[in-house]
Every structure is written in structure tokens, then in C-alpha cells.
């Protein structure tokens, strides 16, 4: 059974920060990329970042210079690390895993940021 599990969610202030964590089980990490994306309320679901299996980044263009994806293939986690968090930023932030066997999701955890 697959399993996503993100952690690290919470409320912070405007201008602080968090690192979330995606767990992975049931699928062979190192061979999937891996992604955050994220879902406000009364929006669409929107990519933040994705790490590939080589470790190549890809950034919203209006989050690369705040957020930083990472990937640790030992410990089959994937890790957000989120900066300057801004109100804009409130939102449920959700894990995805794309493979072999097909794509997965995580549960979410949310994030807001207050002003």
C-alpha cells in the first residue's frame, strides 16, 4: 500500500517560516519525482515545486526565491523548506509522487499564515 504522509504544517506569522516533510511507503522512492503542490481555499490546485529523480528542480516562478524543494532518497522523504511565508501563502500543501507505478497523493497538510 502506498502511503504519502506530509508533516510540518502549522500557523505562522507573515515573514516567518516551516519545513514540511513528505514520507513515502510502498513504492521505491529514489524512482520517483516527487512534488509539493498546494490548494487555498476557493482555488485550484497549483504546483509549488518538484525534485526529479537526479535531484533537478522546478519552482512556481513566483516562489523560487522562497521556497526550496529537497529530497533525502535514504530516509524517502522529500522536504519543503518555505521562507518569508507570506498570508498569500495560506493553503493546504499537498505531497505527489509520480513513477513506475503510476501517481499518488498525500492527505495535505495546511499552512496558514497570518498577517
Known amino acids: 500500500q502506498v502511503q504519502l504522509v506530509e508533516s510540518g504544517g502549522g500557523l505562522v506569522q507573515s515573514g516567518g517560516s516551516l519545513r514540511l516533510s513528505c514520507a513515502a511507503s510502498g513504492i521505491t522512492f529514489s524512482r520517483y519525482g516527487m512534488a509539493w503542490y498546494r490548494q487555498a481555499p476557493g482555488k485550484q490546485r497549483e504546483l509549488v515545486a518538484s525534485?526529479?529523480?537526479?535531484?533537478?528542480?522546478n519552482y512556481a516562478l513566483s516562489l523560487k526565491n522562497r521556497f526550496t524543494i529537497s529530497r533525502d532518497n535514504a530516509k524517502n522523504t522529500v522536504y519543503l523548506q518555505m521562507s518569508n511565508l507570506e498570508p498569500e501563502d495560506t493553503a493546504t500543501y499537498f505531497c505527489?509522487?509520480?513513477?513506475?507505478?503510476?501517481?499518488?497523493w498525500g492527505q495535505g497538510t495546511q499552512v496558514i499564515v497570518s498577517s
Open positions: 505527489d509522487a509520480n513513477g513506475p507505478r503510476g501517481n499518488y
Open positions: 525534485i526529479g529523480i537526479g535531484g533537478s528542480t
